[in-house]
């Protein structure tokens, strides 16, 4: 039962250069654990020290937002893509 | 930490961006107002300024889904759509090309790099670290300016965690 976790271009140097990790399905939290033990450097920047996602990480299961799901409780099934992408966003402000 | 809008630096000389390159820049602005647009530049080294890739700005969804998270919508800000920076990403990278510049308009106000655009580009995950940062003002409908920013890092501490700050510079057309 796996699930894939695509590294964007710019984490690759802190997943040792591997554009994909296969993981076993679960939870996205426990995919992060998994993510954590192959690439620990990666999941620091991801999760702050409370252990939630950064405010400027996204995490997508397949092409939906976790933000607009269950966060780390929403779940990875077998075969699910699961890709991380920092934030790109700025703008005039008020 | 306190962070102040970066005007571009009269003093410096102004960058020259080919005319197609920002003729396409400010055709997507024009379009996207009232709202900000985004997008990247792709190039390699030989050329930095190939292709415009337009990115769909989600600020708007997201202040509609979360306006407590997200309390500007996309006349105030971009939130720049993952998906199409991933594809333009990629895309780039099989051309043998990377992200240059990314881009994105004010609208209502100058072309400055303001407090929110140096909170993203500053973080320490930001995908392009060294990529240029161009912000063009569009006020009544029209492009009125644009200037070019960038990381510039302090001697002798090149690395992406070294200390930098951004210097902007104004633009120019090119006549290529």
């Not at chain 1, 040792?16 to 995919?31: D, I, K, N, Q, T």
């Not at chain 2, 050329?47 to 337009?54: A, E, I, K, L």
């Amino acid at each position: 039962m796996t699930a894939r976790v695509r590294i964007s271009s710019a984490l690759r140097p802190l997943a040792g250069g591997r554009s994909e990790l296969p993981v076993a399905a679960g939870s996205l939290r426990s995919v992060l654990e998994a993510l954590g033990r192959d690439a620990p450097e990666l999941c620091e920047r991801l999760l702050d020290e409370r252990g939630a996602l950064r405010r400027h990480v996204n995490v997508f299961v397949n092409d939906e937002d976790v933000r607009f799901r269950e966060l780390l409780d929403t779940p990875v099934r077998e075969g699910d893509r699961v890709t991380i992408v920092p934030a790109i966003a700025g703008g005039r402000g008020a | 930490m306190t962070r102040r809008r970066i005007e571009p630096d009269p003093e410096l000389a102004p960058a020259v961006l080919p005319a197609g390159v920002l003729h396409e820049v400010f055709a997507h602005a024009r379009e996207a107002d009232p709202e900000e647009c985004c997008g990247l530049i792709t190039g390699d080294e030989r050329d930095p300024w190939r292709q415009v890739v337009r990115c769909r700005n989600d600020m708007t969804l997201r202040h509609r889904r979360e306006p407590a998270a997200y309390p500007r919508d996309g006349r105030e800000g971009f939130y720049m759509n993952e998906q199409d920076y991933v594809r333009a990403e990629d895309e780039a990278e099989a051309r043998g090309e990377r992200i240059t510049c990314v881009y994105h308009s004010h609208v209502g106000c100058g072309a400055w790099f303001s407090e929110l655009d140096q909170e993203f580009a500053e973080q320490p995950l930001f995908p392009f670290p060294d990529a240029w940062h161009l912000v063009v003002s569009v006020i009544g409908g029209k492009v009125v300016d644009q200037a070019l920013f960038v990381r510039e890092r302090a001697a002798g501490n090149p690395g992406p965690s070294g200390p930098s700050r951004f210097v902007g510079r104004p633009v120019v057309h090119g006549r290529w």
